[in-house]
């Protein structure tokens, strides 16, 4: 069977630049506020990394808690999708305070070596 070409078929990926800095500094401010309510239930040396730029931009919450000893916690988000609409975890009300709660606390997630995403 050949190859399936759906390019022609796809949504264009290109947006207005200052539409798309604005989006992300929307989305930037929601990916502080996540990291700020971590701290707030036990959290510590919280960072935010931001990788890449425009539609290509993935942002990284990295943080540490007290009872995991040399484990650095990590989330990875792409705030834009495929078609270059705003969408990420915010998207799905995915809140990180949360997962540290009743998640990690709780033993739904297992560290695992020095770096563990969740």
């Known amino acids: 069977m050949p190859?399936?070409?759906v390019a022609d078929r796809c949504l264009?990926?290109?947006?207005?630049?200052r539409e798309v800095r604005r989006e992300l500094d929307?989305?930037?401010d929601f990916?502080?506020?996540?990291?700020r309510a971590a701290v707030d239930v036990g959290a510590r040396d919280a960072e935010l990394v931001v990788r890449g730029?425009?539609?290509?931009?993935?942002?990284?919450?990295?943080?540490?808690?007290d009872g995991f000893p040399g484990t650095v916690f990590c989330r990875r988000d792409v705030p834009f999708d495929e078609s270059g609409a705003i969408?990420?975890?915010?998207?799905?009300?995915?809140?990180?305070d949360e997962d540290v709660e009743c998640g990690i606390r709780r033993?739904?997630?297992?560290?695992r070596g020095p770096v563990t995403w969740i």
Do not use: H, K
């Open 26 to 28: 929307e989305y930037l």
């Open 107 to 111: 033993g739904a997630v297992e560290p």
């Open 12 to 17: 264009p990926r290109r947006r207005d630049e």
């Open 87 to 96: 969408a990420g975890l915010r998207a799905w009300n995915i809140a990180l």
């Open 53 to 65: 730029s425009g539609l290509d931009t993935e942002v990284e919450l990295r943080f540490r808690l």
């Open 3 to 5: 190859d399936l070409d």
């Open 31 to 35: 990916s502080r506020s996540q990291l």
